[in-house]
């Protein structure tokens, strides 16, 4: 007999998250930066279909959701005052700390690694959650592997509609681009991915820090190092938008600007990040605007480099790599 397949359920309750997740289900949650596909990170066989729904490498570990400061002692080992530091600091909130993982971690979760990357969420809903729950959550962006990733239930449920029970719905994401990752080498804190907490913010609290953002010598976050939060569409990075569409005369151009409009005809739809060149705004608008115009049905997609600096960084970062060998400068 065919069993009859239900509609993805899109709900605030978090009773129903809880027993879906008792249940070994896996979910998507929310969060401050992007939605999640959660599932109970003490549970090797929940972090496996994680890893098949998303169709991500196995060599590419996830990051553990937590409910409080108390609770790393659990899943991690020999804690450096400064992870402590930052932890108090900034949590709740957009920051990953990679740390000596605790044996009772299943190595699925962490792609046979001896560190965990573990965080705090800053959203009122998936906090109930955790509170509710005697385990911490395995996620990963809600996105099959390289794809945009999510900021709303409604990205979600575009990408896993058929395959998920629940989305817990937390409304459009804060932030809006993901965590900002730490290790640590000798006890001193090192960048290994920009995210929604700028280096600006967390150096405030530490003094200068040491980069190793991910590149092919760096394979500290493998997942970075593939083309990813890519559209469909082809997309090019550049300082000079204006230019490149001139070249792309003629065809179905989409353009993704930090806050000023282009005057040219031949453009077919202008997003624009922050009319007021605001940072924060610019990063919780960019996925949101780059799902809209990867379904403009365009021919390409030229998105403009911002200035170098807060979280204009963190956004560059995503915009090279969603057009990784598409660079014009
Ligand atoms: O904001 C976020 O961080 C979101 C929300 C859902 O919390 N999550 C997220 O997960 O972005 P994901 O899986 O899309 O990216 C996790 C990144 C990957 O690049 C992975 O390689 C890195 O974290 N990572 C995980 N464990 C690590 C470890 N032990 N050492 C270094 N990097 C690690
Ligand atoms: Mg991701």
Redesign the pocket.
């Known amino acids: 007999m065919q069993s009859l397949k239900l509609p993805v359920l899109i709900t605030k309750d978090t009773n129903q998250a809880k027993e879906a997740l008792v249940a070994k289900e896996i979910i998507a949650?929310p969060?401050?930066?992007?939605?999640?596909?959660?599932g109970n990170a003490f549970d090797e066989n929940a972090i496996r279909k994680i890893f098949l729904l998303k169709n991500?490498p196995l060599h590419?570990?996830?990051?553990v959701?937590i409910k409080s400061v108390d609770y790393l002692k659990e899943i991690a080992l020999d804690i450096p005052i400064k992870a402590m530091v930052l932890a108090n600091h900034f949590w709740p909130g957009?920051l990953?700390l990679?740390l000596k993982?605790h044996p009772k971690i299943p190595d699925i979760v962490?792609?046979g690694?001896n560190?965990?990357?573990i965080?705090i969420?800053n959203h009122p809903l998936t906090l109930e959650l955790l509170n509710k729950l005697d385990f911490p959550l395995a996620?990963?962006?809600?996105?099959p592997f390289g794809s945009i990733?999510p900021t709303s239930s409604e990205h979600v449920a575009n990408y896993f509609k058929d395959e998920l029970k629940i989305i817990l719905d937390g409304g459009r994401c804060a932030?809006g681009?993901?965590?900002t990752?730490v290790?640590f080498e000798n006890g001193e804190p090192i960048i290994?991915?920009l995210?929604?907490l700028s280096v600006e913010e967390i150096e405030q609290v530490m003094g200068p820090l040491n980069q190793r953002i991910?590149n092919a010598e760096s394979p500290?976050?493998?997942?970075?190092l593939e083309k990813h939060y890519s559209p469909k569409t082809p997309t090019y990075f550049t300082d000079d938008v204006a230019a490149l569409c001139k070249t792309f005369k003629g065809n179905k151009i989409g353009v993704l600007l930090f806050k000023n409009k282009i005057l040219d005809a031949d453009i077919h739809q202008q997003e624009i990040l922050s009319l007021t060149g605001n940072f924060q705004e610019a990063a919780a608008n960019l996925y949101a605007s780059m799902h809209l115009l990867d379904q403009k049905k365009l021919d390409v997609i030229i998105a403009e480099k911002l200035p170098e600096i807060d979280l204009g960084r963190s956004i560059n970062d995503r915009l090279e790599r969603a057009s990784k060998n598409r660079i014009i400068t």
Do not use: F
Request: hydrophobic share 35%; glycine share 8%; no cysteine.
């Open positions: 949650i969060t401050e930066t992007v939605y999640g596909l959660a991500r590419n570990p996830l990051i959701h957009p990953t990679v993982k962490t792609a690694n560190t965990i990357a965080r969420p996620a990963p962006s809600a996105n990733s932030k681009i993901e965590s990752i290790g290994y991915r995210g929604s991910h500290e976050a493998p997942g970075m």
